[in-house]
């Protein structure tokens, strides 16, 4: 019990996919406009990841090392996430064509998503037990989740502040994702796994 | 700390409820001890054609007509809607484009009257002395005809709230005597002075609605006034269930839902009036008025004006005649001079600022203020970023957090601000008043509701115009079809001249349903 | 030679499971029609004016919708419909090509007026009556100001009026100690992107 | 010219310039310690803080060709300030320089001035000097070394020499000024095994002490006395409510009670917590910035509860001895949230919320 919650603290604040390891930056930019959609796409990334996790997982366990294909990793692993996202896609525009046109390019490029591929190809580097990557993959996921929803809240009230024009748009969305980052700083050490 | 001592002392003790927020204003109630008086006739009177909320009236008279006092000149037009009555006997001059007391400086149709110094009454009206045994709706309408609406400041058509609703019976009347604004004492004096006529009134009100439980609701700055009609109370037996409750001074007590909510512990749920919860609310000036309406016979063409403010060289309660020109007024008391003057219409909290004094006194006239230039705001007019301190939401009486809302409406963020409950908002000024930054909150939520309204206009006219012409698009397409089918019925029958009397008649036709369409709009 | 043939096998396997699974998928989450396309519509103004270059609001919301029209062609709506439009859609703004003018009622003057009927066959809201050879009026509570009426008139007796303002529609303009500083500079910065 | 402006007119006369000279104010108990316990270079620490801070300010007002009285609003001097009493007494000038720069520039102006910062500035600075110079700010002086024989602080040409010049100029080793904070020498106790209670006795910790400032500490955290004081004071003032100080403390005091009493020699007791490092000051004047912080009472509450988990996990379990900076940080970040789920109540309408 203590452990599952050890590797979830670490994933989501300690380990923190964006803001430690600077993965997954491009949607965490792009769709972190308003908090709606940021909300839709951290579903979105949460069911890719913590699928993708357990998929690549089950692939390499059970297909890539006892055929001895480990070096198709990555072939395998983007396969994964191309159809998971095509799945999510289509079940997005089914549900709710407003978050569909909200999320626009950044709904397919989860699959470039480094962060998802990076949850896969990690998982594997430490060697993982299956409940492990898959809370591992989940908790990615989960801190990917927060930073996106407290930092579309912050650019929502950047969005109405006389902000100078120099820093306008992404300048100031950067420096305030490196404060988020810095105030980040605070966890670490705080789990040791 | 005083205040805050005391304040507390009452929540603990004599308060059962108290409404959240609000403020303590000075109260600069310089007119409080003094007698009221009439304004000397003005020789011209201005009657907007629309001095209450809803729709405007018609005029009744012309040009050249000769009217008297109380003499009906509009009628109303519409449900929510009270007529207007000339104000003094004389002539009709002109009826035009006047401008009224309204932020925006925009006139409305106006009937002037110049005085002819007669004040000749029309007494075409009889007195209902025996109320008690008269008809509720007898009473309601001789409240329309009388043109009474809310003189708190409102003013709603008064007869449609004295109205007997089986679904809604009316437990308790509620007569505001709390005068929260600062600088007014129109409400202070008439309870002083007029005891009597206001509880006739308010017994004439819960005949109507058919209650005897009333609460006379005073806040203890006017214990007074509180004595006063505890006196004349005592002196009736006709008003056993109705009592006086001295309220703690605060601004804006006198707002209907925060005063039922600090008498009865009761709120008004949003979107519904205080009938739904078995209130009625009227103000003391309208008890006052219709009591002057019913056993008088006597309709609205007066009402007292708290005139004052730092630049007023003698502040007055004068009865003044509705139409009567602002400046005629002032300059009886002395200002002339509006060099570097600020004139409100109303209190200054939710009051409004005028270009000029040029505009008439009308039915909601409580106070004509003269507020010098320098001293205007206390000097705090320089907006400044918000600092979210706090104290807005913490002033505001509806639990709303005004820095935001005033956020959203600046960037025209509407949903938001919806979604934030801009819409209940009683721009009572709390927030502004107390704002460090000197944000004009209330200007900012003013703008949000008026885009809002706007924008939901907008949206029901492109509503009605899409379907509009989506009507027509079949239309079309049916006249088509039919056109088409007749066309080949008639090409079966190989008759060239009856195939073009055929296309005039379709011609003939369409053109005839579609003007039976446009007329039955 | 085995391990190419396992990788081939193992990873085409692999594809075709996923296609079979997409394929289903796409079956389950079939959507008919755009949905946006009423979203759009609900947003435009309804003159059915034509100054988008579509023959009404529908078929420029469709247009909108799903070929990928810019979202400042219409003129009526202004700013404020290509704002909520690109908000909808999640596009950037772009600036809107013409001013909107201040809205507009079509009027006729009826000593002039043959009663030819073409300006009623004109108007898209059926909002001007009379029959033929009969004085024509303008119904000024439905007239969208569309201008529509005004070309087909052979005697040119349809004068295009400013809507009157009434004191019951009129609102606070923003405060003028810091006149909408905030929004004038956002929509300048959405300006600059286009 | 008549500026048509809605209704009310008028003014309960509280303006920005008098809220920020009261926190300024407020202040000055624990200003007052500081120049006591650490002499002439906590007035050189301070006074070069508030005047870079200005001159930073005055800079980006004329590059954004904003009028300069905007300076007197207070709040480029209460920034300085408060950072300044964030800062070990032997930070160098150029520290502080630099420190004010980010506060002000990053901290503030990049996002529009005074009222649309959404981090603390001067606690964003503090964080910025942590991380990038982690050995100088985290070197504590001795306090009352003022007096002692090794270094006298209360001599003006000794702390200049200190202040621009840094240690080594006097021919001073660190180690003969400096020691541990309470916190950092309980945290590497604690990694080597040593109990809490242990720790505390070696250290010659003293509640006392810490109460009135004599524990090591940065310039102002020190005493708990004079920033309750503060604290105090501005509640009076009305400056700031009991919301965030209270559930802040609120928190880290039951965290502190719940898990030292299951786990004494893990956990250090609740008073230590409280009296350590810089919570009273987070609590008092940075968490209730009002900026940067909640607007509703709620939120406050809210916002205050996460400030105290935050702090008493990073305290416990953390790499860094102190959390109490960080988790304003963090918090920060959550206050457009906050702001938007922690709404009160409006009159007539049910308690639930819709959105």
Redesign the interface.
Known sequence: MTEVALILLSAVLVNNFVLTKFLGICPFLGTSGKVETAVGMSFAVMFVMTLASVCSWLVQEFVLVPLGLEYLQTIFFILIIAALVQFIEMMIHKTSPVLYQALGIFLPLITTNCAVLGVALLNVQQEQTFVSSALYGFGAAVGFALVLVLFAGLRERMDVSPVPALFKGSPLTLITAGMMSLAFMGFSGLVKI | MPAMLRNLAQRLGMMAHS??GG?H?SDHKLGAGLHSEPCPLSPVHILPMKMHIGEACLPLVAVGDRVLRGQKIARSEGYVSVPVHASTSGRVVRIEEYA?P???G???PSIIIESDGDDASDDSLEPITDWRNTDPALLRERARMCGLAGLGGAVFPTFIKLVQDSRFPIETVVLNGIECE?WLTTDHRLMLEYADEILTGLAIIMHMVNTDSAIIAIEDNKSDAAEAIEQALALRDDLEGARVVLLPTRYPQGSE??LI?SLTGR??????LPMHIGMLCQNVATARALYRAVVRAEPLTERLVTVSGDAMPRPANLHVRIGTPMRYVFAQQGLTDFEDV?I?H?G??????L?HPDVPVVKSTNGMLA?LEAS???G????????????C??AC?????P??LA??C????FEKAE???LF?CI?C??C???????I?L???F??G???I???R??KS??????L??E??EMRIERENQARAARRSSVRKTHAPAAESTAKTDAA?DS??D??D???K? | MTGLLYALLSLGTFALLAGIVLAVAQKVFYVEGDPMVDKIDALLPQTQCGQCGYPGCKPYATAVASEGEEVNHCVPGGERTMLAIADLMGVEPKAVEQEAAAPMLAFVREDECIGCTLCIKACPVDAIIGAPKQYHTVLADHCTGCELCVEPCPVDCIDMLVKPELIEHWSWPLPETRRSRLGHERREHHAGHA | MLVMLSSPHMHGGDSLRMMMLTVILALLPAAAVSVYLFGWLAVLLILVCMLSCLATEAVCLKLMGKSLTTLLDNSAALTGLLLALTLPALTPWWMAVVGSIFAIVLGKQVYGGLGYNIFNPALSARVILLISFPLQMTTWIIPMSAATPVVNLYDLSTCLTLFFAGPDALKLGLDAISMASPLGHVKTEWTLGVPVADALAHYHYSYLGAFLGTEAGSIGETSVLALLIGGVFLMARHSITWHIPFSYLATVAVLAALFSGIDPDHFAPPMFHLFAGGLMLCAFFMATDPVSSPVTPTGQIVFGIGCGVLTWSIRSFGGYPEGAMFSVLLMNCAVPLIDHYFRPRVYGHESGRKS
């Open positions: 409404f959240d403020i204003p009224i309204h932020p925006s925009m006139g409305m600062p839902k925060q909510y709120e008004v749920p949003a979107g519904k600020r409100l109303g200054p909290m939710m009051g409004e600022l270009r507020m205007f705001m206390g705090h007019t320089q907006e400044q970023a918000c600092i979210r301190c706090g104290h939401s913490e009486p509806a639990g709303l957090v820095n935001l956020d959203q600046r960037s025209d963020q979604s934030y409950d209940d721009e000024g709390a502004s008043y107390v704002c460090p930054s000197n004009p209330v200007h900012y003013r703008y509701k008026g885009q309204a706007q924008q206009r907008e006219f492109a509503e009605a115009s899409r509009r012409s009507a027509r003939g053109a005839a579609k003007t369409e446009g007329s709009d």
